[in-house]
């Protein structure tokens, strides 16, 4: 968390569930302020009050004096209490992670594009994109019964809901005609295979020059083509989360042991109950210059390693039938330790 970096500001209505995401290249009220003053114009209906969290990028001298100029009510969460912002907390996952991802992103040109993500974003999540919001919740015992409201889009909670004027109403109506989800989703997906390349060269020399090149305008028509077989596939997005690569493999170093390898397992072979100790007491008197207590650690473990492949081998081995012994008794071909 340490350094300068992009963050997003979540600014969540209560009633709807209407969400507005806002880019901010620094953590500073000042840009917060400019942040809140975007979305007045952003949301349909005015804003008459915002519950903070006890952040100091929002409980300052600057913000709070600014939101009461604007008559504004402001309200804070209580102190080392996190849920009291659920709201936002659960936008920020299902909305801003799922968008942005887990990357770290820096500069204006970068904010620039996540402010396009989100202008496409905000009107597919509040005209297009349906959520649950709880209705009533109790307790009985050591059991939460919680129940919902069958799921609607914000758009829709604002047409229903009664303290919503009819002009916004009216506004709602006419924006929602002129859009078309296939093609804000093109958009959003654009955005974030830009995103995803911008991780990807992040550090590079030629990074930062193939990055300032526009990219190509999004085709709804070839996106909706596609987007049947995208969804079936788990449709992996260039924002998410990469797959961690494999280690790569350990090339193994010559042991001291090498040489007398043959006849440890000879020894084993003749005296399967052998331990560590005997074994190092025969080495160091075949090779005393080489051998002594402080290889017994490395005897151990060439011992167990013996012994596992023996293991290993008693386990796949082919049960064989003795035709001559009496009763067809069985018995298993393998390599005793």
Not at 149 to 164: D, E, G, M, N
Not at 245 to 255: D, E
Request: hydrophobic fraction near 40%; glycine fraction near 6%; charge should be positive.
């Amino acid at each position: 968390m340490a350094g300068s970096f992009i963050q997003t500001l979540t600014m969540v209505d209560v009633a709807t569930g209407w969400t507005e995401c806002l880019p901010l290249v620094t953590r500073e009220s000042g840009l917060v302020v400019e942040a809140m003053a975007r979305a007045q114009s952003l949301f349909p209906w005015l804003i008459v009050g915002a519950d903070f969290d006890n952040d100091s990028a929002f409980m300052n001298d600057i913000v709070v004096p600014w939101c009461r100029t604007q008559q504004i009510e402001v309200t804070r969460s209580r102190a080392y209490k996190k849920n009291d912002q659920a709201f936002v907390e659960q936008k920020n996952g299902a909305v801003v992670r799922r968008l942005v991802g887990y990357g770290r992103f820096d500069g204006v040109e970068t904010a620039k594009l996540i402010a396009r993500l989100y202008a496409a974003a905000r009107l597919h999540v509040n005209f297009f994109q349906p959520s649950f919001k709880l209705k009533d919740k109790r307790r009985e015992g050591a059991k939460v019964i919680k129940r919902y409201h069958a799921p609607a889009t914000p758009y829709a909670r604002a047409l229903a809901h009664p303290k919503v004027g009819k002009a916004v109403k009216r506004r709602l109506r006419e924006i929602y005609r002129t859009l078309d989800p296939v093609a804000l989703l093109a958009e959003v997906r654009a955005a974030q295979t830009e995103l995803g390349t911008r991780v990807d060269r992040r550090g590079t020399s030629d990074g930062a020059a193939a990055v300032r090149k526009p990219p190509p305008a999004p085709d709804a028509a070839k996106f909706a083509k596609g987007l049947g077989k995208t969804i079936e596939a788990g449709e992996p997005r260039a924002t998410h989360r990469r797959i961690k690569r494999p280690y790569k493999t350990r090339v193994r170093m010559p042991s001291m042991l090498d040489p007398h390898l043959a006849d440890i397992e000879s020894w084993l072979a003749a005296e399967p109950q052998l331990t560590a100790i005997a074994i190092l007491g025969r080495l160091s008197n075949r090779a005393p210059a080489e051998f002594g207590p402080p290889q017994h650690s490395i005897v151990q473990r060439l011992l167990k390693t013996l012994r596992t492949k023996a293991a290993h081998q008693v386990i796949a081995g082919k049960v064989q039938v003795d035709k001559d012994a009496p009763n067809n008794n069985c018995y298993v071909s393998g390599v005793s330790a």
